[in-house]
């Protein structure tokens, strides 16, 4: 299944189908992209193992993790 996520000012909409033109395109399953949207799964470890593939603009790519801040312990 293909979603767009588009973030932008500080909202995010997610939308089914694919984008015309993304600037990054991610590949992964659901558990994977929920442990890296959680901080749980590092972006460099899941893409040098293949459990992530990235086409587009790699530098967002790399800045998307930063983007959502992971879960609070306390």
């Known amino acids: 299944q293909i979603w767009q996520v588009t973030v932008s000012e500080g909202a995010v909409s997610v939308a089914e189908g694919p984008l015309d033109t993304p ?3 991610l590949g992964l399953d659901l558990v994977d992209l929920l442990g890296f949207l959680a901080g ?4 460099m470890e899941a893409f040098l193992s293949g459990r992530l593939r990235v086409s587009g603009d790699l530098m967002v790519a790399q800045a998307m993790q930063d983007w959502f801040a992971p879960p609070s312990d306390a």
Do not use: F, I, K, Y
């Not at 749980?40 to 972006?43: A, Y």
């Open 40 to 43: 749980r799964l590092d972006g």
């Open 23 to 25: 600037r990054v395109t």
